[in-house]
């Protein structure tokens, strides 16, 4: 699965276990274990991507990375500010998920080191230098908002400008 698709699997999982009072959880946006929620995986997240079924038509090409990412089922909303505030809480380290990609990450218990941030980059289809790693950061954090609202997430406008 992709960098992406992990994050959106994540914060989506979490909605499926506990929805927000007032909010919609996503429906089937999680993969049981061992297996891949989603079509159009890297070739570098292993065989088992090789045999995944092919993207239902009209949605992006395998490899793009909203294929990669589960989206909410259609009409239903996961308040993605409120899953990650009670995570947050919850957490002995302060992390502030709300400007940091590498804060988001550790939040979610996912690798936040450079190289993954990298590869999220190519995913995402950063243009920059990936070697300005504030920048980068700054544009990973951004995007990941923004994929996140495309995909069915409740996100502040603040958070994807």
Same mark, same amino acid.
């Given at each position: 699965?992709s960098?992406?698709?992990?994050?959106?699997?994540?914060?989506?999982?979490h909605?499926?276990?506990?929805?927000a009072?007032?909010t919609?959880?996503a429906a089937g946006t999680?993969?049981a274990p061992?297996?891949?929620?989603t079509?159009?995986?890297?070739a570098k997240?292993g @065989?088992? /991507? #090789?045999? $995944?079924p &092919? %993207?239902k *038509? =009209?949605?992006?090409?395998?490899? @793009?990375s /909203? #294929?990669a $990412?589960? &989206? %909410?089922? *259609? =009409?239903t909303?996961?308040?993605v500010?409120?899953i990650?505030d009670?995570? &947050? %809480?919850?957490?002995?380290e302060?992390?502030?998920?709300?400007?940091?990609?590498?804060?988001l990450?550790?939040?979610?218990n996912?690798?936040s080191?450079?190289a993954t941030r990298?590869?999220?980059?190519?995913?995402l289809?950063?243009?920059?230098?990936?070697?300005?790693?504030?920048s980068?950061?700054?544009w990973?954090?951004?995007q990941?908002?923004t994929?996140l609202?495309e995909?069915?997430?409740?996100?502040p406008d603040?958070?994807?400008?």
């Open positions: 699965m960098i992406l698709g992990r994050i959106v699997s994540s914060i989506f999982g909605a499926d276990a506990a929805p009072p007032g919609t959880a999680t993969a061992g297996t891949s929620a079509p159009g995986t890297s997240a @065989a088992s /991507t #090789a045999a $995944a &092919a %993207a *038509p =009209g949605a992006p090409a395998p490899g @793009a /909203t #294929a $990412a589960p &989206a %909410a089922k *259609p =009409g909303t996961v308040d500010t409120s990650l009670k995570l &947050a %809480a919850s957490n002995n302060k992390l502030d998920w709300r400007h940091s990609i590498v804060d990450m550790k939040l979610l996912l690798d080191s450079l990298k590869t999220l980059a190519d995913e289809h950063y243009s920059g230098d990936k070697n300005d790693s504030g980068m950061n700054i990973l954090h951004k990941v908002m994929k609202a995909n069915g997430g409740k996100v603040e958070l994807r400008k």
